[in-house]
Structure formats: C-alpha cells, structure tokens
C-alpha cells in the first residue's frame, strides 16, 4: 500500500487529469492530500479496510466512516470505482480503439498461454 500511495500521483493521476481536463473540469482529491496520505500512511491497514467485508463496506473502511460522520451516509455505501471506470471513459476508449468494449475485452484476453498437461 505504501508503494502504492507513493506513486499515485505519477502512475494514475495525470491520466485522471488529462481526462477530466479535456472535458472543461478541475480535479479535486482531498483524500490524496500529503497530509492526509502522511497520517494513513501511519495507521495499520486492518483500520484502513475490513476485506473480509461486502464491497461497499470493507474497502476503504476508513474513508467511508468519515463519509458518514459528514453527512455523506449515501455516498459511503457506494461500491468504490476506479475514475476511468466510474467516468465510463475506458468503455469510450474501447469503443474509439476496438470498435465496442467487448472487442476490447476479446483483442486483451488470452495473452497468457494455458497448458493443461
């Protein structure tokens, strides 16, 4: 997780950027703020996420008891999503590249050889 926080913003977020700057939109994280990743960063991972738990309630544990404390009850039972998923541009990337997502999907699969012997 530790790796994971230190190279969010090189490997994910100026994609998220580009893709929300394209459409006239200014990006707001203020869960990725260095303050914040500074004291999660410090906070054992079974206080930050229950995986044993339903998706919706397990992953980011953490966050979603914040949410609720703010008011955000509908909001912090959401099944997390990736942006380029929740924003549905990876299925528009698909669709320009591919033709459709099942294309996509279909051209991705199979690339790790199967033996059964």
Excluded: H, Y
Excluded at 31 to 40: G, R, S, T, W
């Amino acid at each position: 997780m530790r790796l994971d926080m230190l190279r969010i913003w090189k490997r994910n977020l100026g994609r998220d950027d580009r893709c929300i700057s394209d459409n006239g939109r200014e990006a707001r994280f203020p869960f990725l703020d260095e303050d914040v990743i500074k004291i999660l960063l410090d906070i054992p991972l079974w206080e930050i996420a229950d995986l044993e738990q339903p998706s919706g309630r397990g992953d980011k544990k953490i966050l979603r008891e914040v949410a609720k404390l703010l008011g955000l009850s509908e909001a912090s039972i959401l099944p997390k999503r990736a942006i380029q998923f929740g924003s549905r541009i990876a299925r528009e990337s698909n669709r320009k590249n591919f033709g459709s997502n099942r294309a996509a999907n279909q051209a991705s699969a199979g690339s790790i050889p199967f033996r059964t012997q």
